[in-house]
């Protein structure tokens, strides 16, 4: 099957610096790629849907300036929270979009947590 | 437009006693449905998808869920629970037409008791 690794794992920072969290398909291309935030015992939260080679799509809420999301390729994706402040703690995963058969599937990486002290 | 109500917070069962984890939908198009499981600090794992085909979808781990139309329900079932199937549970609709948009159930926390 579809294989979405994320990297790293887990990270500490510093409050006001800025991060950068990186997604890949290992085995498929994909054009779409979308980040999730989860807090703690809650759901997960759509943050933005990532095209290749053209500009994020931001949900309501969510601050385009503060999550800087890069799709330069078929198979990577970043996310990075600049001036991080430590409500921006979270547990952060990634999926993307691949065509299996006639339709699209979507595949899910392991997590990023992030703590900002 | 698209939501999901997963109908329990918590869920309590003993080991060996059967698992109903509750969702119902609401979709503007013909949805797919999903249940993923989600162990403490891990990804997602999926556990079964409906796409319009069979209404009763068999998963890994032996668990199975229904698609009920008329009464928008995608009910997450296991005949005998196992110590290992202590989790969080995620229903999730997606719309087969539109932009490809996954909403996420708030999710079921899933105990097994000894």
Known sequence: ?117 | AQSVTQLDSHVSVSEGTPVLLRCNYSSSYSPSLFWYVQHPNKGLQLLLKYTSAATLVKGINGFEAEFKKSETSFHLTKPSAHMSDAAEYFCVVRANTGGFKTIFGAGTRLFVKA
């Open chain 1, 1 to 117: 099957g579809a294989v979405v690794s994320q990297h790293p794992s887990r990270v500490i920072c510093k409050s006001g610096t800025s991060v950068k969290i990186e997604c890949r398909s290992l085995d498929f291309q994909a054009t779409t790629m979308f980040w999730y935030r989860q807090f703690p015992k809650q759901s997960l939260m759509l943050m933005a849907t990532s095209n290749e080679g053209s500009k994020a799509t931001y949900e309501q809420g969510v601050e385009k300036d503060k999550f800087l999301i890069n799709h330069a390729s078929l198979t990577l994706s970043t996310l990075t929270v600049t001036s991080a402040h430590p409500e921006d703690s979270s547990f952060y995963i990634c999926s993307a979009r691949a065509l299996q058969g006639n339709s699209y599937e979507q595949y899910f990486g392991p997590g990023t947590r992030l703590t900002v002290t």
